[in-house]
């Protein structure tokens, strides 16, 4: 693809981003798969919270995105409303 790029100059070739992982996130959604998925935590982990403040005065915590590794090398998107998740 033809495009601007990062540089901003027009007609340099610019290609889409693949993910780190190669791959889709995985989907968490009992605590155990996330006990397995961090039973050897990586030196570098980011996090990412969304919540739900639907007729509510106090947010919900709803969904944890974990990247795991220096380069974003597991993405973990965690569902913390399945029972016994937030412990």
């Given at each position: 693809e033809v495009g601007v790029g990062s540089a901003g100059n027009l007609g340099e070739v610019v290609r889409p981003r693949q993910p780190h992982n190669g791959g889709m996130p995985h989907w968490i959604a009992t605590p155990d798969a996330l006990r397995a998925?961090?039973?050897s935590p990586p030196a570098v982990v980011g996090l990412?919270?969304?919540f739900i403040r639907e007729r509510?005065?106090?947010?919900?915590?709803a969904l944890v995105q974990i990247a795991l590794?220096?380069?974003?090398?597991?993405?973990?998107l965690v569902d913390?409303?399945?029972?016994?998740?937030?412990?």
């Amino acid at each position: 693809e033809v495009g601007v790029g990062s540089a901003g100059n027009l007609g340099e070739v610019v290609r889409p981003r693949q993910p780190h992982n190669g791959g889709m996130p995985h989907w968490i959604a009992t605590p155990d798969a996330l006990r397995a998925r961090l039973a050897s935590p990586p030196a570098v982990v980011g996090l990412d919270t969304e919540f739900i403040r639907e007729r509510t005065y106090w947010p919900h915590l709803a969904l944890v995105q974990i990247a795991l590794g220096p380069a974003d090398e597991d993405i973990l998107l965690v569902d913390a409303l399945v029972p016994g998740m937030p412990e």
